[in-house]
T-cell receptor, first 115, second 113 residues
Framework: NAGVTQTPKFQVLKTGQSMTLQCAQD?????MSWYRQDPGMGLRLIHY???????DQGEVPNGYNVSRSTTEDFPLRLLSAAPSQTSVYFC??????????????FGQGTRLTVV | AQSVTQLGSHVSVSEGALVLLRCNYS??????LFWYVQYPNQGLQLLLK??????LVKGINGFEAEFKKSETSFHLTKPSAHMSDAAEYFC???????????FGTGTRLQVFP
């Protein structure tokens, strides 16, 4: 049981480049989300999904796109990287009865640097 | 809208001393509250959660937290710190009917021998 797997672990991009951060979970969780972690700011929600085919914006969605074609995968796309997107990105999943009581499981993170 | 405030971005204690990490919440509906821990270069893992069953919640590694509605607080405590407790701790809140977690800014705990 791998849990939540994120790839890559580290990435350096040049300004303007695009890339996709991968996230996969093998727990059949309905709810998946992406956060970015910046010093002194905690974790901020970028996008989330309550099931395949359904996505919505979080607190800081600008510059990021997501899609959810399967239950297992929830990739995060940076269309044109900017230095302000330098951060550590975490993917999380949880079983989602819609009550807000369930535990979120986190991946190990992707450390992204945009130069 | 729900939010949490963590008082103190850094807390230092000696090994064997009491650990107290503070979290206050704001919510217009009954909140569900969580404490997560992040060890260096790792993801977050759940320490404990409050979902209205009991106000004193026990978690892993000897941590516990008490929900106090009158004080809108959910402080995390451990009677005796261990070196292995050094990590960053996050308080989070979710609201009924949503699985979105809103995190505090985190508290880094240092434990000195």
């Amino acid at each position: 049981n791998a849990g939540v797997t994120q790839t890559p672990k580290f990435q350096v991009l040049k300004t303007g480049q695009s890339m996709t951060l991968q996230c996969a979970q093998d727990m059949n969780h309905e709810y998946m989300s992406w956060y970015r972690q910046d010093p002194g700011m905690g974790l901020r929600l970028i996008h989330y999904s309550v099931g395949a085919g359904i996505t919505d914006q979080g607190e800081v969605p600008n510059g990021y796109n997501v899609s959810r074609s399967t239950t297992e995968d929830f990739p995060l796309r940076l269309l044109s990287a900017a230095p302000s997107q330098t951060s550590v990105y975490f993917c999380a999943s949880s079983y989602s009865p819609g009550t807000g009581q369930t535990e979120a499981f986190f991946g190990q993170g992707t450390r992204l640097t945009v130069v | 809208a729900q939010s949490v405030t963590q008082l103190g971005s850094h807390v230092s204690v000696s090994e064997g001393a009491l650990v107290l990490l503070r979290c206050n919440y704001s919510s217009s509906v009954p909140p569900y509250l969580f404490w997560y821990v992040q060890y260096p270069n790792q993801g977050l893992q759940l320490l404990l959660k409050y979902t209205s069953a009991a106000t004193l919640v026990k978690g892993i590694n000897g941590f516990e937290a008490e929900f106090k509605k009158s004080e809108t607080s959910f402080h995390l405590t451990k009677p005796s710190a261990h070196m292995s407790d050094a990590a960053e701790y996050f308080c989070a809140v979710s609201a009924y009917n949503t699985d979105k977690l809103i995190f505090g800014t985190g508290t880094r705990l240092q434990v000195f021998p």
